[in-house]
Each structure stands twice: as C-alpha cells, then as structure tokens.
C-alpha cells in the first residue's frame, strides 16, 4: 500500500503558528538556484516516471502494436481497442464485476467494521496497545504475503478450514468461492488499517465536543453519530477514497494465487496479462488500462479537493 | 488428491532426484528435457570465461566464448546441459534463467542484449521471431547436419524457406497409463473413439477415474483440444486454424466442442483448481486410468518399477478418413541471436548441438523425452523412449501444440481462458465459438 | 447507560485520560471480552503459520494437524536454501535502502519549496505529487516497462544494460511512486515551524541550502523518522513493479520471490508457513520496534509530531 493520505488536521486542531500572509520573501541569486533544483529534479522523476506514462498509455490505447520492433511499427486505429474490450473481450465484464465486489465487500465488511473497532478502541481500555498492534499486524504484511499465510487456512487437503467444516472445497481453486476466500484475506489487512487512520481521527476530536454533548444527555450513540461523525468528515473522504484505490488497484494477492484467472479475474491482472510475456498486445492492454486510469482520476480528484481545501485554509 | 498419509508416499509426489528435484514450471515440461540449472549456482559455476565481450562485430571465431542463453533451469538437466557444453569444444559460456521467466521476457530478451544461441522451440514461435527479424539464419548449419527427418525440417524452417532452428529433444503427447493396473483389470488400448468411450464406461463402473484431468494452468487442456481436432478435421485444417486462416465458429470447430463436450463426464472432476502435477499423481496412484499429456507426465513417477510401468498409446481415430497419422510432439532446440557477437563460434556450437552425441549427453539425466536426430544412441532408452522414436519417427505429420503453433498473444490471452470457459461451462458451444472468432479476427489482422 | 450527573462512570464519553480507574460495569465488560476475542482472531492466521513453520510435514501428514509433537527448525532452514533467501534479503536491501533515502530526500525538498515560500504553483505541485501516488500502478506499466528497455545504462549500473532488469530502475520508480505521500505529509509538518526562524537565519546571512540542511531537515526528524519506517516496510512489501520490471530470477527483492517458490512449496505447507514468516519477519521486527513511528507516520498532519 503506498496510497496512504494522511489524516488531516481535525477543524479544531491545535493552533498553527500563522505566518505572516502574503509576505512574499526575496529570493536571489544562489538560493534561486537551490530552490529551482529543489523542485525541478523531483518534479522531473515524478512527472517521468507516473505523469508521463499515464499519458502515454491513453495515447498507446488507440493503437496496435505488439512492442516488438520501434516506435514505427505501430499502427493507429483509433477506438476499436476499446470497442474489443467492451464487445468481444470475456474476462473484461467479469474483472469489473470482481472489482465492483471486491469494493463494496471492501467497503461494508473491513472499513465499517474498522470504524467500529476504532470507536471501541476509543475507549480507553486496558492494554489498547495489545488491542492495536494485534489488528494493526496484517497492515505490515505484503498482500502477497498474506495470500500466502492464508493458503494454510484456505488449501484443499491440508488447510485448516477444510479439516474443521469437513469439507473438500478448493476454497482458492473453485470459482464459486475464491474471490470471496480473498476478500476475507484482504479485509483482514483492511480493517486494521482503517482502524489505524480512524483512531487517530478520533484522537483529533475535540473533547470538548464530546462533553458537550454528554452534558446534554446525548447516548453514546447518539453522540457518535450526530456529533463526531460529522466532524470526522474529511477523514471519512479518505477512507471512502483509500477504500476505492485499493479495490481498483487489487492484483497482488490475486496474482499470487493463479494470476488472476477462473474467478479473480480483476482489471489490473487483465492489464497485465496482456502486456507481460509473450503476449504483448501493447494497444489492447493501455486500453483497459487507460480505463482503470480514468475511473482512478475521478476519485482521486475528489480526494484532492478534500485535501486542498484543507490546504488553502492554511 | 489427499494429504500424502507417509512420507514414502511424499517423497512419492516429489520428482524423482534424477530428474528435476525443484522447481515445478508452468512451463517446465515444454523444455521437458534438461537444463542448466537454478540461475545463480549455475552462472557461477560456469563463469569462469568472465564477463564481458570477445570482439565486436558479426566475426568472432571458434576460440573464442560463445554464450547461450537456456531457460532449463530445473537442478538435475542444468548438470546434463553443462556436461553437454562441455563436450562441445568450444568455451561456452551459459546464462541461465528460470524458465517461466525466459519465455515471458523473450521479447525483450532478444531486442535487448541476447547471448549469441538460445534455447527455444520450434514452430510458430520460431517463425514468429525469425519474420521479425530477430533470429539468425542457420540454413548453413542445417545443410551440414543429418539425422534429422523432413517433418523436424520443416519444424526448422521460417516463412522464407530458410531454417532458423536446431532440434535438441522432442516427446510426443498421447494417452498415458499404468501397463499393470489395465493387465490387471483387462483393458485394452482403445483404437476408435466409440472403444474409448466404452472403456471409459468400464473404468468408472470399476471404481477408477477414466481420464485423469488437470487445468489450472491453463495449458494442458490446450493438449485435449489439439488432439480431437487433429483426429476430427486432420492435420491441415488444425494448421491453418492455428494460423487463423480458419474460422473457430466453424462446424468443425464446433464439432471439435461438441465431441470433448461428450468425453468432459469420463474426465476428472473440478480440473480448473487441479494442477498437472496432481493428475499425474492420481495416475500413478492408480486412482484414474489414463492420462492424455506429454511424456514428461513420468517425471512424477519414481524410477525404476513406477517408470518402467508407464505406457502410452495414441490418441484414437474418430475420423476413418483421416486415422491417426498426426501427432503432437513439441520440439525444443535452439536458435541463434540477429546479431550474435561470435557468430562463427555460434554456428560451431550449433552445428554440435545438432548432432546425436550431444543429444545423448542430455537425454542421460530426462528419460521422459528422446533425442530429435534419428541418430541419437537408443541403446540406453528406456521402453517408454523406445516407444517414442518408433511412435514419432511414423508419424505423418507432427503438430507442436497450441500455444507453439499460434500467435502467444492469441493463445494466452484469447484460447487459455476460452478453454477454461468451456470446462466450466460446456454447453453455450456456440457463445463460445462466436467470441473465439472474433477474438481472432482483432488480433490476426496485422 | 449514561447518566446526567457528573460523576465520572464509564458510559461517559471519554474523558481526558487522566482516569485510569473506571468501574467495571457489565458493559464494559463485554467490551473487553469482545475486543480480546477479536484481537485474538485477529491473530490467528499469523499464530498459525507461526506454529506450523516449526513442525515437520511427514509428521503432521501422518498424525494430523491437531496434535503436537514434530516440532523443527528443519523448515526454516530448508526455507532458507531453497528460496535462496540470502540474496533474495540482499535485493531487498540494495533496493529498499537507496530508495528510502533517495524518497525523503527528495520529498524534503519539495516539501520545503513549497512550506516556506508562496509560489504561485505550489497548489498544483502539490496536487500533481499526492495524485501521482494514488494513480494504479497497472495503468502505467506499458508505457514505463517499454521505456525501460530503450533506456540504456552503463554496464557498471546495471548488468542487463538498459533500466529493465536493473536495480536502479527499481529504485527509480518507487521513488517516483512514493515521493508523493512523503511531499505531502512533510509539507504539512514543515509549514507548522514558526516561521521566525527563517527571518533570524537570513538576517544572519544564511542562504537556503543552509536553511534547509541546518534548520528545516533537524526539526523533522520525527516526522522523517516516521516517514522512514513507512516508506521501509511499503518498499520492501512493494510487489508489482518488482515483478514486472525484474526479470532475472535471481534480482528479484524478496517479497516478489514468493512467486517462484510457489511451485517448489506446493505440496509442503510447513515449508511455506517457514518461509511466510521468515519473509515477515523484517517488517515485523520494524513494526514491534519502532511502533510509534509507524503510527505517527500515518496519523501526521493531525496532531504535529
């Protein structure tokens, strides 16, 4: 995971020193220099390494090319990869629908249930750094790792959950149940995480709030719901939108187990399975990719707007 | 396929220590012969010649180090690859990479900095990089050699006529069972299909899986699929359906669908969570009675007895017009780079790669693939080799399999999950075939 | 359950937490029994392999899963060997290492460009950072892995010659991937130091690599500590590129080495279980450790530091 936005400062944080608005400094000479270099080389390896690219596969989406050979070899035709992708192509609607699934489960199970054991954990209990570091562990494990761990749970012969409901189900094998036993896996390392962001939201909370509202007899509940809870709100964008990429962006787990076939099919194990090996339809593969990327924009738009509103108000 | 209850019966399942002892390949049976071994330990064994290039240009000579790129990386062949170079007197220098990984990056491998000869397989394949230009011709080198039959010839040669391609090893695919468990239960080997269905009919009323069935990988269903069409529209029309010269909502593509349709019940059940590995166990467990892969399924049998009691016969006629005369046998070889750095040593090794002593040399360590030169020593076969020479050398005409004899883009993105889509759902034949064929047409156009 | 007094009982909403003592009221009572419960599950999966890592698979296949007895290390060992992890750790090292320091330096920079002075594209520049880090890494594959192959690096950079297969080029996109979140969150911290300090180091003549390297890069330390440990574990956990951009067996980091044992880990799960938490363990130990930092790290922005 290398999406996570920080949570950011609760309205009634802790006042920030103001800096003096608009009092522009003078810069000369070396130090212009200096901060020119400062900005431009890491601007340069971003804007290479992820805005380049993103561009370059939406322009790739309306060729043909098989990568092999130069940059003459390609072959424009304008719509027609995506034209394949939405007629002709099988695993396209199935992947989408995985990824739809793996949203929502990833959304009503983990998150809402990470909320939950945020709020619990609120508490003040005994031990709470036991309680956080037990959910917090998965987050530090690779998804690929995880589907590793999780095979000795899930194998047919000799996992633990076919040895004790006495089954014989390939739970990561049959296409009726496998997107499902990686979803279980994947919200395990989900929820902790959404926990971990929704706790420290939680911390930012004035108190003051809270004991208003308990002064006027509200439950505990109902504080929740009427008080916090809105006041949380741009926490509660981050992880609707935290949630969102990382559906969007599944494949390593996936990949691990059978490279995203019979069943996980996803839209990113499609991208790749079309662009790595011998397959190589360069054309074919920027165009579901060019797909993911706009779904992405118009979230991670959102999430800015969150954020930089946040921003302008410094 | 249960836990193992011992540890005979797991040290059972592992490869036989002569063969492979690590690594099981999705694609480790397509080299199915021998290899040079996990990356590391290998290079560095071998790597005494030092890094670095001989002497630019094409020229180079016999003296000089010839490097070779091989994706047999499977602990025990890596040995006999070795052994094998170094009986070639010449320094050769081997770079080796796991095999899943060398075909997946050939690609790039061979625009960016190939060795000077690298291991591949005939076929499409073959052709497909020889058109782009990214192969060196070895016409010469082919003149010189002998041994090897029209049909390997014609395995070897590009588009323009000329031969890019020197065989090492071939086996052939065919139906595969234990000589002891059919003695003992009195089956015969099926010549039509109606006796193979009928046998089937008899295995399962005696408690036996019929044909043991594996499909998580994706390709070895290709193998079922390859032989029904050979036998049900012949070889020709396979050939051209492969080079997307024929329609697959065709009727005999369709039929093709319809006759597996009716064999899918005699076959091992839920075969897309099962790998070949666990079919081939299950046949040598005497829990399925016959097995339609590549002879490479005896790596997973001990040698001595459990070996030596595989059989195999060819896949039975459907078509009387058409009988049994095509068979599948994937052939692997050799190729050299465009641009080789030592092109006069390449062609050197090459021409030694060709003959029978360097392929008596590999087969010492696999015996579930024989050599390709019909000179190759058979005095040290095994049955199950014998066999083989005898069953490939009479073939009419030999096909290589599906994902060697099409485009790869076609073959893994459109055919591996078309197939795994009929295995699960075998009735919407038509459905199936419409998306085939349109499949295909975007992606034969260029 | 709450009360309108103002005597401190447990159903009240948190007070400042000077209170330690609070009566066990059945309530809460199930709160713990629920969250101990659930912690435990939460366990479970890695308490597993953990415990089937030492035992010995013709043991367990013959006597089952549920008795005891059969306990190794032999697993750990074969682990060991047979995945190659030695080198395996080695990649990860020569990749994670650079690339953490390479992340925060850069995002240092940025972020103080943009926390200390107003430019007028600081807005944008920020924006393009943190959206860089959200974009799905698949959508750029094909662009990136294609230009990785016409680039060409020296022989001493590189043993394949071009960015493909190489280390640097490893390095290079996830540095790329995660300057984003490190710029914004060190921005955030960087803007909350008093501003008067800067004024007193110009009066003094000090020029902005002074103030950067002398001031701002000192006071953040415990944000760059936190970033650290994040950045550490994400990049050594990072799965994809290497997958892709790598294509010698034997260069790839360790957590993308779990692809190849697959085949040869198939059938002994002890094994696998051996090898899971070996490859864990470097996370794991960074997690237990430097906890705080990990937490803070994510939380930053909240509360300053």
């Keep these: 995971m290398s999406d996570l936005p920080t949570v950011p400062a609760a309205p009634a944080a802790a006042a920030v020193p103001r800096r003096r608005r608009g009092s522009r400094v003078r810069v000369t000479g070396t130090d212009r220099i200096f901060l020119a270099l400062m900005v431009i080389v890491p601007t340069v390896l971003v804007v290479g390494w992820v805005w380049l690219p993103a561009i370059a596969s939406v322009v790739l989406s309306f060729a043909r090319w098989t990568g092999v050979g130069g940059l003459d070899t390609i072959q424009w035709i304008g719509t027609e990869n995506y034209k394949n992708v939405f007629t002709i192509y099988p695993p396209f609607y199935p992947a989408l629908r995985h990824n739809v699934i793996w949203l929502v489960f990833l959304f009503v199970l983990p998150t809402l249930f990470g909320i939950f054991l945020a709020v619990l954990l609120d508490r003040e209990l005994r031990g709470t750094r036991f309680y956080q570091t037990a959910f917090f562990l998965p987050v530090v494990l690779s998804l690929a790792l995880i589907g590793f761990i999780w095979q000795l749970i899930y194998s047919r012969d000799q996992g633990l959950l076919n040895a004790v409901l006495h089954t014989q189900i390939d739970w990561y094998g049959d296409s009726k149940w496998n997107l499902w036993a990686v979803l279980v896996a994947a919200s395990w390392k989900h929820a902790g995480y959404i926990m971990l962001l929704y706790l420290a939201g939680l911390k930012g909370v004035d108190p003051s709030l809270r004991e208003a509202a308990a002064v006027d007899g509200a439950s505990q509940v109902r504080t929740f719901f009427s008080v916090v809870l809105p006041v949380m709100r741009p926490i509660n964008i981050i992880v609707l939108v935290v949630t969102v990429i990382e559906a969007l962006r599944a494949f390593d787990i996936v990949w691990v187990i059978n490279k995203g076939t019979n069943g996980l099919e996803l839209i990113g194990t499609l991208v790749t399975s079309n662009v790595i090996g011998e397959a190589s339809r360069i054309g074919f593969g920027s165009a579901l990719a060019t797909i993911m990327l706009v779904i992405s924009l118009g979230f991670i738009t959102i999430f800015l707007a969150t954020v930089m509103r946040g921003e302008g108000q410094r | ?446 | 359950m709450s009360s309108a007094t103002v005597t401190r009982s447990p159903a009240t909403p948190a007070i400042p937490a000077k209170a330690k003592r609070r009566r066990l009221t059945p309530g809460r009572v199930v709160l713990y029994v629920f969250v101990t419960l659930t912690a435990l599950a939460w366990l479970f999966p890695v308490v597993w392999a953990v415990l089937n890592s030492f035992r010995d698979y013709n043991y367990v296949s013959v006597h089952g899963y549920a008795s005891l007895g059969g306990f190794t290390f032999k697993n750990y060992v074969d682990a060991w060997q047979q995945g190659e992890f030695t080198r395996h750790f080695l990649n990860s090292l020569i990749i994670t290492v650079p690339a953490v320091l390479l992340t925060l330096f850069l995002a240092s920079c940025v972020a103080f460009v943009v926390a200390r002075f107003s430019f007028r594209f600081n807005l944008i520049l920020l924006g393009l950072f943190t959206a860089a880090n959200l974009l799905p890494q698949q959508a750029l594959l094909i662009p990136l892995y294609r230009a990785y192959r016409e680039i060409p690096l020296p022989l001493w950079m590189s043993d394949s010659g071009q960015l493909l297969d190489s280390y640097w080029g490893l390095i290079l996109v996830n540095v790329a991937f995660q300057t984003g979140f490190c710029t914004f969150v060190l921005s955030n911290y960087m803007k909350a130091l008093p501003h008067e300090m800067y004024e007193a180091a110009r009066v003094d003549g000090a020029g902005v690599p002074v103030q950067f390297f002398r001031i701002t890069l000192p006071l953040c330390r415990p944000a760059l500590a936190a970033l650290a440990t994040l950045q550490v574990t994400w990049i050594y956990n990072e799965f994809y590129w290497a997958t892709v951009l790598m294509q010698s067996g034997d260069k790839f980091p360790i957590t993308s080495s779990l692809n190849n044992l697959r085949g040869q880990f198939f059938t002994d799960y002890n094994l696998l279980s051996a090898g899971s938490i070996v490859i864990a363990l470097p996370v794991l130990i960074v997690f237990f450790v430097l906890q705080k930092q990990f937490v803070a790290g994510l939380t930053l922005g909240s509360t300053k530091g």
């Design chain 2, 1 to 446: 396929m249960s836990r193992p209850r011992s540890e005979s019966e797991y040290l059972a399942r592992l490869r036989p220590p002569s063969v492979a002892a690590t690594g099981i390949s999705r694609r480790g049976f397509l080299k199915g012969t021998l290899g040079a071994g996990a990356a590391v330990s290998l290079s560095s064994l071998l790597a005494a010649c030092g890094g670095g290039d001989d002497g630019g240009g094409g020229g180079g000579s016999t003296s000089q180090e010839v490097t070779l790129g091989s994706n047999q990386s499977d602990a025990v062949p890596k040995k006999a690859y070795a052994d094998m170079m170094a009986a070639s007197g010449l320094t050769v220098k081997v770079n080796t990479v796991d095999h899943e990984n060398f075909q997946e990056n050939i690609n790039n491998y061979l625009q960016g900095n190939p060795d000077d000869v690298f291991t591949w397989f005939a076929g499409y394949r073959m052709r497909f990089f020889a058109a782009q230009g990214l192969a060196g011709d070895i016409s010469d080198v082919y003149g010189g050699l002998s041994g090897f039959s029209d049909a390997f010839k014609q395995a070897s040669t590009g588009d323009d006529g000329k031969q890019y391609f020197v065989p090492l090893t071939t086996y052939p695919w065919a139906l595969f069972y234990r000589k002891s468990l059919w003695q003992e239960r009195g089956y015969e080997p099926p010549k039509t299909l109606d006796e193979l269905v009928t046998l089937s009919k008899q295995m399962q009323k005696d408690g036996l899986t019929p044909i043991a069935f594996a499909d998580k990988d994706g390709w070895p269903a290709m193998g079922t699929f390859d032989q029904l069409n050979l036998r049900i529209n012949g070889y020709q029309f396979h050939v051209d359906l492969m080079a997307g010269k024929k329609a697959w909502d065709s009727p005999e593509v369709k039929k093709v669908f319809d006759t597996w349709k009716g064999l899918l019940p005699y076959h091992q059940k839920d075969a897309l969570g099962r790998e070949w590995q666990e079919a081939a166990q299950s046949l040598l467990k005497k829990e399925s009675g016959m097995y339609l892969l590549g002879m490479f399924v005896g790596q997973q049998f001990p040698k001595g007895k459990e070996q030596d009691d595989l059989d195999f016969f060819a896949f039975p006629e459907i078509d009387p017009s058409i009988g049994t005369g095509a068979i599948e046998a994937p052939i692997d070889g050799f190729m050299m780079a465009a641009k080789p750095k030592n092109e006069e040593g390449s062609k050197a090794l090459l021409k030694y790669l060709g003959t029978a002593k360097a392929e008596d040399i590999a087969l010492k360590a696999d015996p579930t693939v024989i050599g390709a030169s019909s000179e190759a020593d058979t005095s040290a076969y095994t049955g199950l080799q014998q066999k083989a020479v005898e069953f490939i050398g009479s073939a009419e005409s030999i096909a290589q399999f599906l994902d060697r004899d099409t485009r790869p883009d076609f073959a893994s993105t459109v055919m591996l999950p078309g197939i795994q889509t009929f295995l699960k759902n075998p009735n919407d034949i038509d459905g199936l075939t419409k998306s085939l064929e349109s499949q295909k047409k975007s992606i034969f156009t260029s």
